[in-house]
């Protein structure tokens, strides 16, 4: 129920305790779970010094099964990448699939199981890796996660997810050093990024202070 709705429906003295109540971990987590299959949009912005402009991707990322995450680039190229069984396949039209395992990239590792354990909303998975710290309330919500790996520590500063009640709606990944963050927009906020070129109006879609 929105913030607006509960506040002219309710008469004065009401308990609003659930309106403006602060989430947790636990709360965001449990919320945005999804069972398998699974599917969502996303636009992905990626920037860099060596860009005039933020590299543009959009598709979508499909879950079939518990064990299996394929990532399909619509945009502005067609690439499926599937992560399954300790293996990544990429595939393009008219190109042989090239096959590797995962263990040579531990990016592409890691990402499949964190993803995996924020859609089974597992907590104690991620908190292997990760310190988490919630903020906002379940109307607007974000979830910080600061790798607890030296290794990892030395190359990602911080994962940032935003959301609203259920849905999960931008990922920021904050690399250490100077370099721009990378924003992965979903469900909604894919669809409210579409023709949206402005990186300020992306970056506001992310955070949720703007729609489109």
């Not at 949009?41 to 860009?51: A, D, H, M, Q």
């Not at 502005?76 to 039209?93: F, H, M, Q, S, V």
């Not at 990378?182 to 970056?203: C, P």
Request: charged fraction near 20%; aromatic fraction near 4%; charge should be positive.
């Amino acid at each position: 129920m929105l913030v607006s709705a509960t506040l002219c429906a309710a008469p004065a003295g009401a308990n609003l305790v659930e309106t403006v109540t602060a989430v947790d971990p636990a709360w965001i987590l449990k919320a945005i779970a999804r069972p398998v299959p699974a599917s969502t949009p996303f636009v992905e912005v990626r920037g860099s010094k060596l860009l005039k402009t933020p590299l543009r991707l959009s598709g979508q990322y499909l879950r079939p099964d518990a064990d299996t995450l394929v990532r399909e680039v619509r945009a502005p190229y067609a690439e499926t990448t599937t992560l399954r069984a300790g293996e990544a396949t990429i595939a393009r039209a008219g190109q042989a699939p090239r096959k590797f395992a995962l263990s040579r990239v531990p990016e592409l590792a890691g990402f499949q199981s964190n993803f995996a354990a924020l859609l089974d909303g597992d907590r104690a998975r991620l908190e292997q890796h990760y310190t988490l710290a919630a903020q906002g309330t379940r109307q607007r919500w974000n979830l910080t996660m600061a790798p607890r790996d030296a290794a990892l520590a030395k190359r990602v500063q911080s994962i940032a997810l935003y959301g609203r009640g259920s849905e999960l709606r931008c990922i920021e990944t904050r690399m250490v050093g100077s370099a721009p963050p990378q924003r992965t927009l979903l469900a909604g906020a894919a669809m409210d990024a579409a023709n949206v070129a402005d990186a300020a109006a992306l970056e506001g879609i992310c955070h949720g202070d703007a729609t489109r």
